[in-house]
């Protein structure tokens, strides 16, 4: 950017950093890539960061970007993964922790409203004191912000029990990329100065459409009762086999499971475990809600364990601490410099066709799964133990992952997370054609500078185009394997 733009955007009045040393943090975010990989995603240094108080500050900034056409990307905590909140051509990156707010709980509605740039954790923290909780948030808590998973359409904690995000949202406050500011109720229209717009335009738009800055959101008292169980399966089949019967149990909350292999590696990284063999599978199990409610999931549970003797039910005092280590998310990095994972869900029904399908793999991998719906399971398989601070080793693990999310998506699954830069090559497999095309049409009408976080899965780079991503997957992945095999991936 040039110095005299750099002078004009620091004359706006808002937090601003423009040093190189402070902008190359906004130039990744919480997935390692090889520094090699740098030249397919040039452009990912900012030219300065914003960091705006409130709305007022944001329409500044957004009216200086329309004037001088300049990319803006904006970030919550960037712990989205697949690039989303990181520029593509430079620009301005806006952080908008600063936007912090957090207003009055309407206990009568059992609503409230926050800024965007809110943290769950703080929010959750907020709510405590008051009696009151969250309904759902991503396991990402600690560091991830209101609006940045609105914009992902998060499953997390909770969802099993309350949904995805986009159903507790009343309403968002946005500024548009002219500048615009509006409200936009859940449901129905919102009349704008470029035309009519609704809440879906906004789920899943990936920093594309707009900033929120404040949201309505659905929360709830805290839970009279819990319960927490964590119960062990001999193998995959037999936790598959009643899977959608404990998602459909009274005051469900929560569902993890993982496999024997995934076990071995958190004691590579020093953690506890109870004893297991590699095939076994081991689920946690939450409810919560009213005493009644909780008591009929109980005696639920208490029947199909009676009913399937040989399923294990191991001690409270483990079971909870394996619920505390839901937002722990990575803990088996103490031990490994990176653990690229493949990231996708398939539906409940494929769950036990889908873990057959992949563990005929000639590969060992570790796997970690939530429960996210009654229809809907989260995967992230551990396939190797990437190493992205050696290029060759990293890229060697890559076709693991492409097998992985293409087995889910022929299952009826896709990868999750969202597209961000990163999952570009399978945006058929998240966002149907005519999805795409009324997506860019919108965009084309209500961002017509098209400098809302350019450079994604709309217009990405040559290399993360699908037919040239996959094209070269081919022909890279028996040379992949071979490499893989003999430089070992970490
Ligand atoms: C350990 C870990 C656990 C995770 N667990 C879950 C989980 O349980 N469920 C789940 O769904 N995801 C999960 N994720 C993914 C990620 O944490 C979530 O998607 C999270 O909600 C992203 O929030 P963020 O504030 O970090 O957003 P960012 O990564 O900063 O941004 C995400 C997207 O939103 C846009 N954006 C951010 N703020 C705004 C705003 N105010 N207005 C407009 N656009 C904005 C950005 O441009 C970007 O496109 C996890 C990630 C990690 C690392």
Known sequence: ?????????????????????????????????????????RGTTPDAVLRPKNTEEVVKIMDFANKHKIPVCPRGGGTSGYYQSVPR???????????????????????????????????????????????TYPTSYKSSTVAGWIQTEGLGVGSLAFGSIKKLIKEIEVVLPSGEVVWVPNEGLVETKSGNL????????????????????????????????LLKFKDKNDFALVSSRLAEVSSIFFIEFVNGSY?????????????????????????????????KGEKEIAALLAEHTEIAQLPQEEAEEEYGYRLKYFRIKNAYSSVTPADLSVPLSNLGQYLDKV??????????????????CGLMFFYVLANELSFVRFMSAAPYQMEFILSA?????????????????????????????????????????????????????????PSIYFSGMKLLEPVCWLVGGIVGRW
């Not at 002078?7 to 937090?15: A, F, I, K, P, R």
């Not at 299952?411 to 999750?416: D, E, F, H, R």
């Not at 084309?444 to 809302?452: A, G, H, R, S, V």
């Open 1 to 41: 950017m040039k110095r005299e733009l750099l002078d004009e955007l620091m004359g706006l009045g808002v937090d601003v950093v423009s040093t190189p040393f402070e902008c190359q943090f906004y130039g990744f975010d919480v997935t390692p890539l090889p520094k090699e990989t740098s030249w397919v995603f």
């Open 89 to 135: 051509s430079k620009g301005i990156v806006i952080e908008t922790l600063a936007l912090n707010n957090i207003s009055e709980l309407d206990e009568k509605e059992g609503i409230i409203s926050v800024s965007g740039g809110v943290i769950w954790s703080q929010l959750d923290w907020e709510l405590k004191k008051k009696g009151w909780t969250l309904k």
């Open 198 to 229: 609704k809440f879906e335009d906004f789920i899943k738009s990936e920093g594309m459409m707009g900033i929120i800055t404040s949201v309505k959101l659905e929360v709830r008292r805290l839970p009279e009762s819990t319960a927490t169980y």
């Open 263 to 295: 076990m071995d590696l958190l004691v590579q990284s020093g953690y506890h475990t109870p004893k297991h063999s590699k095939e076994e599978v081991f689920a946690v199990i939450r409810l919560e809600g009213g005493k009644s409610d909780v008591g």
């Open 359 to 376: 563990s005929r793999f000639r590969f060992e991998f570790a796997y970690k799964g939530e429960i996210l719906t009654k229809e809907q």
């Open 409 to 465: 998506m022929k299952m009826g699954g896709s990868p999750n997370g969202g597209i961000g830069l990163l999952n570009t090559p399978y945006v058929f497999g998240l966002r149907t054609q005519s999805e795409r095309e009324a997506f860019i049409q919108k965009k084309e009408t209500f961002d017509q500078n098209w400098i809302m976080n350019p450079g994604k899965w709309t217009d990405p780079p040559f290399f993360l185009r």
